[in-house]
């Protein structure tokens, strides 16, 4: 099993920066894909972000293109997003997933972050 907790998340204007961390813990993370997804209230859950531990690739969606990214530091098995221009739109319950495969199957989850932003 793998257990993952996220932090960082808050109110923050339009325009601002937030970072969220993602801890991991479990074995064998080294072969796990890391992702960030959303989701808002009434909405379904989204995509924002992927990375590898091993090689460090990252997939960033479009809405997110330009303004977030994804990066991991392993030796304290986290996984960050950097998410920056933030707009109200974003406001959503972040969460840390871990999968594998292609396409990924990610089945493990955090508890999520909340991510509030004002206009």
């Known amino acids: 099993q793998v257990h993952l907790v996220e932090s960082g998340g808050g109110l923050v204007q339009a325009g601002g920066s937030l970072r969220l961390s993602c801890e991991a813990s479990?074995?064998?993370?080294?072969?796990?894909?890391m992702a960030w997804f959303r989701q808002a209230p009434g909405k379904e859950r989204e995509f924002v972000a992927a990375?590898?531990?091993?090689?460090?690739?990252?997939d960033i969606a479009d809405s997110a293109k330009g303004r977030f990214s994804i990066s991991r530091e392993n030796a304290k098995n986290t996984v960050y997003l950097q998410m920056n221009s933030l707009k109200p739109e974003d406001t959503a319950a972040y969460y840390c997933?871990?999968?594998?495969?292609?396409?990924?199957?990610?089945?493990?989850w955090g508890q999520g972050t909340q991510v509030t932003v004002s206009s």
């Open positions: 997933a871990a999968g594998a495969g292609i396409p990924p199957k990610y089945d493990y």
């Open positions: 479990g074995r064998g993370l080294v072969r796990y894909i």
């Open positions: 990375i590898t531990w091993s090689g460090g690739s990252t």
